[in-house]
């Protein structure tokens, strides 16, 4: 167990180093020049040449990868006009469109995406765990079709349509709820939930299916098997049956699902957060990539690699737990 | 969805052979009526896509020709006339702010969305189950290596890859084509870590044990006995795909790294039409139903085609 | 020279203008009717943007932006500033810290401001002119970039100065006394009042003053302070006490406070203003246009078309040629595209006759760019492809096919919609157009380099000061060919009696007498087919039910938020 987890911590920081190489090359190649956006339009050759070594754009992309990685084991200094600061290990350096250290731009941003992806995941595994129990156990009649219809709907609609669909009818038609702004969950709590619920209900929309679908075939599956027929036969409640026996047997899949399903969540969640100007993680991914602002898109792939790692070795353990027949690797 | 069968579907319940289980496959598919409903509607699909020039052709249109005489120019552009100006002419109605015809743009609308997501799907499925399996069945070392590489692929900076791709790719390259391996290439995670579940779980069976014991080789029992238990999830959740990619496809477009103009594709229609669907809801509907509508038929036919590849189920199903 | 750019101005689409043209009397009617700036005090308004891009570094030596901004304006006030009323006298020049619009001397090399009295910062400390130099000396410190070029380009020594944090002045800037600033610059300029109302001329006291984090804690100058500003999110201002509107005869400062919030999506913006409920009641949005769909949906509204403003700014939205590059270096191939356009279609793609009027000048219609009539190639409404065909015969050019560059989105209309509209025209005529899109900050990059600059592309340019001079020199005058980047001149046309024209007319310093000369130059360019006008835009904006007197200045296009009230 202990070995397993200091093997994943090494291959982290392997998976770290690669994805950020990545990143920089891919920085490279892009014609765009971050500077430009920086310095505004009335900027000339020499003027960008300044803001050019203010950014360290004019060292070769080699050395700039180079002082990144520094920066995060040792840390670095900056000018700020009349003085020096330094900004301290592990330092992702400071955004090229705003100025703030990275790390307290992700920092103040994180809580907003996870209280939208942590409620979202929430409602959309009950949603369609339950939507799926009961779309097997009336399987091919009239609430399966129905179940299978609405969940459809849902994976086929992008959430720039039913996010704004929802909006314009609870908040501008209805007006059962004010337009979603963010609230931390710290200053109020009942407040952050009823601004998430819309949100919350875009993602679920969408991201529900996989759940009901895969619960779903999970079920039918496991009710065909020779043990569950034995524990019917020995006249087990069919409850217990279900509840005990199938269910577990149909959800173990479900757990690596959400661990896996990742990057479709984050780039959803995105979306979402761009349509209802939540200022969380993904909007930040759209204003820096569209910015080229090179330091925050590499801080925002450490942050998201360690998710996913985080996030997988959680389902890994968790799977082992739930099926004792798999060995963690 | 025919790939697939041809690619995993025969071997599975050892007693019967291959031509004799695929008989029964067939039989049971069709005594499946929302299966063959949704097959029928697949098909009828495919054909509008694969016809989409003769068709438009007989309605007299094509996609990219302006009629702006036929919109209301101070009202933002809006067509004139009922549900977004449809008549003898164009048959869905025109595009606001273009007049281009929407029958012919959702016609070829569909080539893109079906190559695209198809396209995507098999890419999907090629990394995802052969990476799963040999996951699941190589051994902890290929395990855990192809655990990372699963890592690398989910948590890549996809938008700015994306961004990259369209400033760098050659304008000559072919978009569908770039779009398959932008949406491919990073999300066959859920595939691959779906099967290599189905591994770990199918490999301690006992019709798997037996068959080590009856000295079959690894890659006989990976293909022969584990993959066929594992098929079921993996087609459940390659039907989910097939709809998901086409809305990555729209997402794209949203962001602007979809298709090229004048090109259509729905997800590009749904995306130019969603702030429209109160001042002509017909742009919305058109590209929203059909993706609605192929979605609904996909997943009926992967249903009943999963019902029926269970080598398990009865044979007079679950009625 | 303002480019619709995030960094500039007002973010995505923005830039309105004026209510007070067309049916601006009448759209406002709503708050203008119960308006009493005597007694319009109290209350929050709102602002919903999109980008925070004007409003990204609250730093007055880092905002590009026109005419002090929409919210900048609030709390730096500048030696002068855009006069506040709404219609045609909006884009004149009133005096703010000054006791006047500036005393030229010396053919308008020297240019000479008294401060008026009881000026204050918020900490109660008097404003010097002292104050003000410091703040144009320190938007020269590489640490903070972004600012307007023109003090760069027209300050003695201003090329070559690096800021004041080393201890160095800058001696074209002269303080006689406390009350007495003096600036001399290297070439006559007649429009510097008009620059003097950026940001750069607002004063910053050199105590307070940390470089870099001076935006933490803005010192102000005028009725607003900053409570607090998290960037890309939010920005609270509340009253500054030490403001009077006995010492400022250009803001009314209705509201007690002012929350802006950033990162919106524009469909949210124009949802939460027609609903208009709870308190975006008290909203409105400096830098988000009506979208041709929700004007579609609301031009059947009589409620919201009640609450919609209607504005122009000075932009021209046009197909820009690269004359160094193959076949755009023959006149007759620019001519036969100009012919070949349909402006209608082009206008259309945008929203229709109701946000964009078809341009066939590159000056804005609007009297005080120097606005002249001409249409140097009439090819009616819909273009003429037959004559493009001519002159595409003439220049041997039978079987063209280019490639046309855009912007990726239609955020700017100069995105697929536009080249759309563009490709299918020229295809009438016989030239195939492909289409090449660019991010949008590649798309930047790659057309201010003359190195990588396409041959054809969309673009558009509106001035950063309502004058033709700045509307028309960076894309004519043949010195500001930039090699290294930041070139906005893409013909790349550098004629020398252009050149002297410009500096001819940059000498007067009355305005309305340089108009004409500015009108007759862009006719006599328009025939070189360096540019193919397309369209000027409009912009449509909705209010919120409690707002008063929201109109769009004339100079900006936007809501003049020091003029608007809740109460």
Same mark, same amino acid.
């Given at each position: 167990m202990i070995l397993y987890l200091v093997r994943r911590l090494g291959s982290l920081l392997v998976l770290l180093v690669v994805m950020t190489a990545v990143v920089y090359g891919i920085f490279y190649a892009i014609p765009a020049d971050p500077a430009i956006l920086v310095c505004g339009k009335g900027c000339d050759g020499a003027q960008l040449a300044v803001v050019h070594h203010k950014l360290g754009l004019d060292q070769p992309i080699t050395a700039q990868y180079w002082h990144f990685l520094e920066g995060l084991v040792v840390g670095r200094d900056y000018s700020s006009g009349p003085d020096v600061t330094h900004c301290a290990a592990p330092c992702l350096g400071y955004s090229f469109q705003t100025d703030l250290p990275v790390l307290s731009l992700i920092a103040q941003r994180l809580p907003v995406s996870l209280s939208l992806t942590a409620g979202a995941l929430v409602l959309w595994t009950v949603t369609g765990v339950s939507l799926g129990l009961v779309s097997a156990l009336r399987e091919k009649r009239l609430t399966d079709r129905l179940i299978t219809v609405f969940v459809l709907g849902g994976l086929g609609t992008p959430v720039f349509v039913s996010g704004l669909l929802l909006l314009m009818v609870f908040c501008g038609w209805l007006q059962w709820l004010d337009f979603p702004v963010y609230v931390p969950l710290t200053e109020d709590p009942a407040g952050w939930a009823r601004n998430l619920i819309l949100p919350w209900l875009t993602l679920t929309i969408l991201q529900s299916a996989i759940f009901t679908r895969l619960t779903r075939t999970g079920m039918l599956e496991t009710l065909s098997e020779d043990h569950i027929r034995t524990f019917r036969a020995y006249g087990l409640p069919e409850r217990r049956v279900i509840g005990r026996h199938a269910l577990r047997g149909a959800l173990t899949p479900l757990i690596s699902i959400n661990a896996v399903e990742f990057g479709v969540v984050l780039v959803n969640a995105m979306l979402t957060e761009t349509l209802f100007g939540l200022p969380g993680i993904g909007q930040l991914i759209v204003q820096s990539s569209n910015n080229v602002d090179l330091p925050v898109v590499a801080g925002l792939t450490l942050t998201a690699g360690l998710a996913v790692v985080l996030a997988n070795t959680a389902a890994d353990l968790l799977y082992a737990t739930v099926d004792r027949r798999v060995v963690l690797a | 969805m025919t790939e697939l069968v041809t690619e995993v579907g025969g071997p599975g319940a050892p007693a019967s052979g291959p031509p004799a289980r695929a008989r029964q496959v067939l039989r049971r598919l069709r005594s499946d009526r929302p299966a063959m409903a949704g097959l029928v509607v697949t098909v009828v699909l495919i054909l509008a896509a694969v016809f989409a020039p003769l068709l438009a052709a007989i309605e007299g249109q094509d996609t990219t020709t302006f009629h702006i005489q036929l919109l209301d120019s101070a009202r933002g552009g809006v067509p004139r006339g009922a549900l977004g100006g449809v008549s003898a002419d164009h048959w869905l109605g025109v595009e606001p702010t273009t007049g281009r015809d929407l029958f012919a743009r959702a016609l070829y609308g569909a080539r893109i969305s079906f190559t695209v997501a198809f396209g995507t799907l098999v890419v999907q499925l090629l990394l995802g189950v052969a990476i799963g399996l040999a996951a699941g069945f190589g051994g902890r070392v290929a395990d855990a290596a192809l655990g990372r590489l699963i890592d690398l692929a989910i948590s890549f900076p996809q938008l700015m890859f994306a961004i990259a791709l369209l400033a760098i790719v050659p304008q000559s390259f072919p978009r569908p084509v770039l779009l398959m391996l932008v949406i491919g290439l990073f999300n066959w995670g859920g595939t691959a870590r779906l099967t290599r579940g189905q591994v770990l779980s199918l490999k301690t069976r006992d019709y798997v044990a037996a068959a080590r014991l009856s000295g079959a080789s690894p890659a006989r029992i990976a293909l022969r006995e584990i993959l066929p238990g594992a098929l079921p999830q993996v087609l459940t959740y390659a039907a989910i795909l097939l709809p998901t990619n086409m809305v990555s496809e729209a997402g794209l477009s949203f962001l602007g790294v979809g298709v090229h103009p004048p090109t259509s594709s729905w997800g590009q229609m749904l995306s130019t039409a969603t702030t429209w669907f109160r001042a002509d809801p017909m742009y919305v509907l058109v590209p929203g139903l059909s993706l609605l509508t192929a979605v609904l038929a996909f997943t009926l036919f992967a249903d009943g085609l999963r019902a029926a590849l269970d080598p398990k189920a009865s044979p007079r199903g679950r009625r | 020279m303002l480019r619709k750019v995030p960094v500039l101005l007002t973010a995505a689409a923005v830039l309105a203008a004026a $209510? @007070?043209?067309?049916s601006g009397g009448s759209t406002s009617a709503s708050g203008g009717s119960s308006f009493d700036p005597k007694n319009c005090q109290g209350g929050t308004l709102y602002i919903l943007n999109q980008d925070s891009a004007t409003d990204e570094h609250f730093d007055p030596a880092r905002i590009y932006t026109s005419g002090g901004g929409a919210v900048p304006s609030l709390v730096f006030r500048t030696l002068t500033t855009r006069k506040r009323v709404p219609g045609e006298a909006g884009t004149t020049v009133a005096p703010d810290l000054a006791t006047d619009t500036g005393t030229p001397s010396d053919d308008a090399k020297t240019w000479t401001y008294h401060l008026r009295d009881g000026l204050k910062f918020e900490d109660g400390t008097p404003i010097t002119s002292e104050d003000v130099k410091w703040g144009v000396e320190r938007s020269f410190a590489p640490e903070l970039p972004g600012g307007i070029p023109y003090l760069r380009d027209w300050l003695v020594g201003g090329a070559d100065y690096t800021g004041p944090y080393k201890g160095k002045e800058l001696d074209s800037i002269q303080t006689p006394t406390d009350k007495t600033i003096v600036f001399k610059l290297r070439k006559p300029e007649g429009d510097f009042p008009y620059v003097a109302t @950026?940001?750069?001329?607002a004063p910053v006291p050199k105590a307070k003053d940390g470089g870099t984090a001076f935006e933490k804690h803005p010192i102000s100058s005028g009725p607003y302070k900053v409570q607090t500003h998290v960037q890309d999110k939010s920005l609270t201002l509340v009253r500054n006490?030490?403001? $009077?509107r006995a010492a400022d005869d250009q803001r009314l400062a209705c509201p007690d406070r002012i929350e802006a919030t950033y990162g919106l999506s524009a469909a949210v913006i124009n949802q939460r203003l027609s609903t208009s409920s709870g308190k975006d009641a008290n909203a409105i949005t400096t830098d988000t246009d009506l979208s041709p769909a929700e004007l579609a949906r609301i031009s059947t509204d009589p409620n919201l078309k009640k609450r919609t403003v209607r504005g122009q700014f000075g932009y021209t939205n046009f197909i820009a040629f690269n004359t160094k590059v193959k076949p755009f270096d023959d006149v007759r191939v620019r001519q036969a595209i100009s012919y070949a356009v349909n402006r209608q279609a082009a206008v259309i793609a945008v929203g229709g006759s109701s946000l964009a009027t078809a341009a066939t000048t590159f000056l804005p219609d609007q009297a005080a760019f120097g606005y002249q009539p001409y249409d140097a190639f009439p090819a009616g409404p819909t273009g003429n492809p037959t004559k493009a065909k001519e002159l595409l015969a003439q220049a041997g050019q039978s079987n063209l096919s280019i490639t046309l560059a855009h912007r990726n989105s239609d955020s700017h209309q100069d995105g697929p919609a536009v080249a759309t509209a563009v490709q299918e025209a020229l295809k009438q005529a016989g030239i195939t157009v492909n289409l090449k899109a660019y991010d949008q900050a590649s798309y930047r990059s790659v057309q201010t380099k003359p190195s990588t600059e396409p041959g054809i592309f969309l673009s558009g340019w509106g001035a950063d000061w309502p004058t033709g001079g700045p509307f028309l020199a960076p894309i004519f005058d043949g010195r500001q060919i930039l090699k290294d980047g930041g070139n906005y001149n893409f013909a790349q046309y550098d004629d020398p009696k252009v050149n002297a024209e410009f500096d001819a007319t940059n000498k007067i310093s009355d305005p309305v007498q340089a108009r004409p000369r500015w009108g007759a130059l862009d006719a006599e360019l328009g025939e070189q087919a360096l540019t193919v006008p397309l369209f000027h835009p409009i912009y449509l904006r909705l209010y919120g039910k409690n707002v008063k007197n929201p109109y769009l200045d004339q100079w900006r296009g936007s809501y003049d938020v020091a003029m608007v009230s809740v109460k």
């Open positions: - | - | $209510s @007070a043209c067309s @950026a940001t750069q001329f006490p030490n403001w $009077s």
